[in-house]
């Protein structure tokens, strides 16, 4: 669970995490600063939130044997003493301007969604909740009314979410606890990993959703996109210098995750932003025709 912690020192954590990055690698200072307001606004937000906690879903291990994540998008955004219109109406108005000041080629589209909420022309819980359960044609109809193409409007809404996913899931997580859980996609949502680490004796190797960032156990034998195990077919490499920093690649399905070596650091990473410091590798393995596991904002560097 969340440690107690302000919304104050939550963003205040991650602008000093983003500087350090910043100044150990100097060429991504303009990516550090640009989502700067948005994961500072983001980490204040999720502070903000109680535990999200009931109720809570069935557990069934039998589902989850088979490889099915244990929450559907309903145990997500149906929370007790949640009001998700008037979440997402206040998440609107510390983020978009964030997004504004950090990612000036998205202004129109800010501005565009900014009015469809204001003019009453976007449902964003509705929309949300289409997106996240996969009704595209039902999302796309949505987009297409406010103004703005699916994948806009998609990029937006999650960051509008994004604390509210992860607090929910911090729950969530709670009922995996000792459970086996063998698959490459996330156990509380069935999301892929937007990245990897490793800590503990012998180097326990961990992922990181992308959606609602669970952590869960992984082996580090095995891709986590297709599950190849041949390891002929399974790569690593990293930059000269820094080989605590590394991506892991699959030549079968010619996927690749970005993984940090976590062991013997002074202090864990700051997990809200440590994917962003390892931005470098996404570049390197883009360069090289691979595909990240998981689409994220900071990784669209093609």
């Known amino acids: 669970m969340q440690q107690d912690i302000s919304p104050t020192e939550a963003a205040e954590k991650v602008r000093q995490a983003l500087e350090a990055m910043a100044r150990q690698t100097p060429a991504l200072r303009e990516i550090m600063a640009a989502f700067r307001p948005l994961k500072e606004g983001q980490a204040a937000l999720k502070a903000s939130l109680p535990a999200l906690d009931s109720p809570m879903p069935g557990l069934d291990p039998a589902r989850l044997a088979q490889g099915e994540p244990?929450?559907?998008?309903?145990?997500?955004?149906?929370?007790?003493?949640?009001?998700?219109?008037?979440?997402?109406?206040?998440?609107?108005?510390?983020?978009?301007?964030?997004?504004?000041?950090?990612?000036?080629?998205?202004?129109?589209?800010?501005?565009?969604?900014?009015?469809?909420?204001?003019?009453?022309?976007?449902?964003?819980?509705?929309?949300?909740?289409?997106?996240?359960?996969?009704?595209?044609?039902?999302?796309?109809?949505?987009?297409?009314?406010?103004?703005?193409?699916?994948?806009?409007?998609?990029?937006?809404?999650?960051?509008?979410?994004?604390?509210?996913?992860?607090?929910?899931?911090?729950?969530?997580?709670?009922?995996?606890?000792?459970?086996?859980?063998?698959?490459?996609?996330?156990?509380?949502?069935?999301?892929?990993?937007?990245?990897?680490?490793?800590?503990?004796?012998?180097g326990q190797r961990w992922l990181r959703c992308s959606l609602c960032a669970h952590h869960w156990r992984f082996s580090r034998t095995a891709c986590p996109v297709c599950g190849n195990e041949d390891q002929n077919q399974l790569e690593f490499f990293y930059a000269e210098g820094r080989e605590s920093e590394r991506v892991d690649s699959c030549r079968q399905c010619r996927n690749y995750l970005i993984t940090l070596d976590a062991r013997g650091q002074d202090k864990p990473p700051v997990w809200e932003v440590a994917a962003l410091g390892l931005v470098h590798l996404d570049l390197l393995a883009q360069q090289r025709g691979l595909t990240p596991a998981a689409w994220c904002a900071w990784n669209q560097v093609g």
Do not use: H, I, N
């Not at 998205?106 to 009015?115: E, G, P, Q, S, Y």
């Open 70 to 202: 244990l929450a559907s998008t309903g145990d997500f955004l149906a929370c007790a003493g949640l009001d998700l219109p008037a979440f997402l109406e206040r998440a609107a108005q510390a983020l978009l301007p964030a997004l504004e000041t950090g990612f000036p080629a998205l202004a129109a589209d800010v501005t565009a969604l900014r009015a469809a909420l204001e003019k009453k022309g976007l449902d964003a819980a509705s929309s949300l909740e289409a997106l996240l359960a996969g009704r595209q044609d039902d999302f796309e109809r949505r987009a297409s009314q406010a103004g703005l193409s699916p994948a806009s409007l998609g990029f937006m809404l999650l960051q509008l979410a994004k604390p509210l996913l992860e607090r929910r899931a911090e729950s969530l997580g709670l009922l995996l606890e000792g459970l086996d859980w063998r698959q490459g996609s996330c156990p509380v949502c069935g999301s892929l990993p937007e990245m990897a680490y490793l800590e503990g004796t012998g």
